[in-house]
């Protein structure tokens, strides 16, 4: 979750930041939970705000999102100018070898589902889904291994899809 803000002091004074927390309310408003509290500061500038989601529970309906801002000696000025959301970039972390085994680490995202794919080659269709299945992501890295794949072909290529 990014969160594009500024704060600046209507008479400038007391200087500092603004601590600032993002927070949802899930299962009927009966659960309030936050990703955590950033510093922002009072600069009349506006920062980006970045939240991570990694660990947050029954996200799959939210009632309520928003932000609670800290007390500040002086009138402050807020501008939200966006919130988003977005998923983390599917990255593939390590590849070793052990023997005729091939092992695999990536980073998921709660509740994503991904596949591990790979191809002898390139060619556009030549990928298969056969390593490990279907993986539930849960904010934390994932390791698969392909067994025996060094002696299974001279080149393999790998891919990770969210499904």
Do not use: C, W
């Not at 589902?113 to 056969?130: H, I, K, M, Q, R």
């Amino acid at each position: 979750m990014v969160i594009r803000m500024s704060a600046a002091e209507v008479n400038p004074g007391a200087g500092g930041s603004l601590n600032v927390q993002a927070f949802f309310q899930v299962n009927g408003f009966a659960t309030y939970q936050s990703p955590g509290t950033l510093s922002l500061p009072l600069d009349g500038q506006f920062h980006e705000l970045t939240y991570s989601l990694a660990g947050m529970v029954s996200m799959n309906v939210v009632d309520q999102t928003g932000i609670n801002l800290a007390s500040h000696a002086t009138d402050l000025l807020i501008n939200v100018d966006n919130v988003r959301f977005e998923i983390a970039p599917l990255q593939i972390k390590s590849i070793q070898t052990s023997g005729q085994n091939i092992t695999l680490k990536f980073s998921t995202s709660v509740g994503q589902t991904y596949s591990v794919e790979y191809s002898t080659d390139l060619s556009p269709g030549s990928f298969t889904n056969a390593v490990g299945g279907t993986i539930l992501g849960d904010g934390q890295d994932a390791t698969v291994t392909d067994a025996n794949a060094v002696t299974a072909a001279s080149a393999r290529y790998y891919r990770v899809t969210l499904l």
